[in-house]
């Protein structure tokens, strides 16, 4: 059994920083599941693993594999709670095509800024059929440990792109634009399509202004039942969760 060098654990911790993950082109993934969702989908770099994890996985493809003991991945990891393996996975490389929202319906992120927040709307869009989450270039990196974490393995079948938000719904034309507003129309009481995109806002602002401007179907979500306000009406990732997933359910059963 290996032991894992400082200079490796101090790379490991070091990805924490967005500077070295885009530098390297690398982002850290840890867990049973999320990994081996992970492999297969993105060229490992690095694996190490429990003697007990290799011996349940055997023929792993890594450029290096390592069986460390629990107590040199307690080292290593970024979690509180370490979980036999760690892996670090090369970053891939999307091209965004405005036609992927013409055909189908894709999200759009403006400014998020909670890693975790990020990885639940990726989490969400996966278990919606959603292939592309387009970002605008102050949303939080998608490679940030806690967003890799958080995803659950939706990272794998999610494409995630950073661009200038306002120029790339210019460049969709007459393309149904979505957006949730307070003074929008009921969305039960909208035709909606199964093409276009969602824009989700920040946390403490919301959709900004350049980007309110573009939208071409404002909505608006009422309470149900009509006039209950939910305990958690004012909990960022509640209605975070609420807005994709009802409005992917609504567009996606009336397309």
């Not at 290096?64 to 107590?71: A, D, I, N, T």
């Not at 403490?204 to 009406?233: D, F, H």
Request: glycine share 8%; hydrophobic share 35%.
């Amino acid at each position: 059994m290996a032991s894992l060098s400082k200079n490796k654990i101090k790379y490991i911790h070091s990805l924490e920083l967005k500077k070295i993950r885009k530098e390297e082109r690398v982002f850290l993934a840890e867990g049973p599941k999320l990994v081996g969702d992970l492999l297969g989908h993105f060229p490992c770099r690095f694996l190490a693993a429990t003697p007990s994890w290799f011996q349940e996985h055997p023929g792993i493809d890594a450029n290096e594999l390592v069986e460390v003991s629990q107590e040199d991945l307690s080292r290593a990891s970024l979690l509180k709670t370490p979980q036999q393996i760690l892996a670090i996975f090369e970053q891939p490389q999307y091209t965004l095509d405005p036609e992927a929202v013409r055909s189908s319906l894709c999200l759009a992120l403006d400014d998020v800024q909670d890693p975790g927040n990020l990885g639940t709307i990726i989490r969400l869009a996966d278990w919606f059929g959603i292939e592309h989450i387009i970002c605008s270039q102050n949303t939080v990196d998608v490679y940030n440990p806690k967003t890799i974490q958080a995803t659950m393995g939706g990272i794998a079948r999610v494409k995630v792109h950073y661009t200038s938000l306002p120029d790339f719904i210019r460049s969709l034309g007459d393309t149904p634009v979505f957006g949730t507003f307070l003074d929008g129309k009921n969305m039960y009481e909208q035709p909606l399509s199964a093409n276009g995109l969602i824009v989700m806002g920040n946390e403490g602002n919301g959709i900004g202004k350049e980007v309110a401007t573009l939208i071409n179907r404002k909505l608006y979500i009422p309470n149900y039942p009509a006039g209950r306000v939910s305990e958690c009406s004012h909990c960022y990732r509640s209605n975070l969760c609420r807005v994709p997933s009802t409005g992917c359910m609504e567009v996606k059963s009336k397309g």
